[in-house]
């Protein structure tokens, strides 16, 4: 579904509305990339997975889990499988206690009061007891702490950028993504490389360079990892496809004066797609610009990473083939490759 934020405490409480074992109840902050509906569509997935029957016919009764969408942001929505805010959370203080271990400053968008505030009020007055056991984020079996920075490359289309942005999310950590999109000379670049190539690569030296330099020498006080999405020798990787011989001469020394001083990943991760998956996947993200590249230059990017990595003998380097993975929607890729990179 997303990327644990928070966990609250587990309170063990009585069933409400009909006689039955008391329930386990805790509030789970989540960080998620799907809409309210498809969120709604895994939770009642995940609840057929424990075993959990639905028959709405029969009301209140025991169930192995329960999940419930209790705020979406601050959005209110009104379907006909799906409303939010839940419209018995001020009236459940099983429900309301986690909530407010989470955040008891939240405010509730239809009552315009915080969580605190409501658990204030309440009408119910069940009982309900904190349990001394947690549940754990699995993230935290992996560990990361080992790698202060890890770079994500790729060829255009890879997954670099989605998979720097959900391991910054899961980790807490600093994340640097480029910048292409403020880049002028990358759309001409497309239609006229021969004119545009050498502008558009140096404009990416200077602006790779100032963002590292940035980024890589302020270290988050509360975020002691960082994670980008690109590493700085992906400028000479490109320059030598994209520029002539003298051209790249001069930019190979430019480059070399500019980084010469720049922190190095402890893990440089390049995700290797077949390029039939690339061109889907560029074709599927819909950038204008980007539809006119072919399968060759893909290819000649692929063999420049490869060429680089091959000389740089260092055990830092991963290479990862996921051509048949989808990490961003299937959990247990994700999980996979991340053996792989913190292995």
Known sequence: MGSIVKISPVYQTPAIGFDGDDFLNCVIQIQSHYSPTETLKKALSIEKELGRVRDEAKGYSSR??????????????????????????QNRRFVLQPLADISETLIHPKLNKTIAELLAVTSDDSEIIKQSKKLRNPILDYDISKFRYIAIEGNIGAGKTSLATKMAADFNSKLVLERFKENPFLPKFYKEPDRYAFPLEMSFLADRYQQLLDDLTQYDLFKENVIGDYDSYKSLIFAKITLQEEEYTLYKKL??????????????????????????NIKNRGRDFEQEIEASYLQKINEGYMEFIRNQHSETIKIIDISDMDFVNNREDYIHLLRKILS
């Open 255 to 280: 480059f070399h004066l500019m980084h010469k001083d720049l922190s190095s990943p402890d893990r440089y991760v390049y995700l290797y797609q077949n390029t039939e998956r690339l061109l889907q």
């Open 64 to 89: 192995p889990i329960d999940i419930d969408i209790l705020f979406f942001d601050q959005e209110v929505i009104a379907l006909k499988d799906l409303i939010v805010p839940h419209p018995e959370i």
